[in-house]
């Protein structure tokens, strides 16, 4: 499995970002996905997650602003990020689980990241 995030950047505080991470392998669909994030200093925290029968989980700080979303026709997760702000800069990961996971906060694939900073 291999994990390639795309739609990061630089983005002023209020905006708006749609990051993607495409996924090779064949056990897209029948897997968990998730978003986490990290800035220096401290631990990655998970973002969002979003299970093979579609239930999702959301961090409380991105409740409502966040929306993450899977394509498995195209074996294509997005995070939807809205109202922006400066707290959410941080180097931002996909993962992705075994297959049939019985838990949203395990994953044993990642991707290499992508860097989004919000400007105030």
């Known amino acids: 499995v291999q994990l390639m995030e795309s739609g990061g950047g630089l983005v002023q505080s209020g905006g708006s970002l749609r990051l993607s991470c495409e996924a090779s392998g064949g056990i897209f669909m029948i897997s968990a996905l998730a978003w986490y994030r990290q800035v220096p200093g401290k631990e990655r925290e998970l973002v969002a997650a979003?299970?093979?029968?579609?239930?999702?989980v959301y961090a409380d700080s991105v409740k409502g602003r966040f929306t993450i979303s899977r394509d498995n026709s195209k074996k294509t997760m997005y995070l939807q990020m809205n109202s922006l702000q400066p707290e959410d800069t941080a180097m931002y990961y996909c993962?992705?689980?075994?297959?049939?996971?019985?838990?949203?906060?395990?994953?044993?694939?990642w991707g290499q990241g992508i860097q989004v900073t919000v400007s105030s």
């Open positions: 993962a992705q689980s075994t297959p049939f996971p019985i838990t949203l906060y395990e994953y044993d694939y």
């Open positions: 979003v299970g093979n029968d579609e239930r999702t």
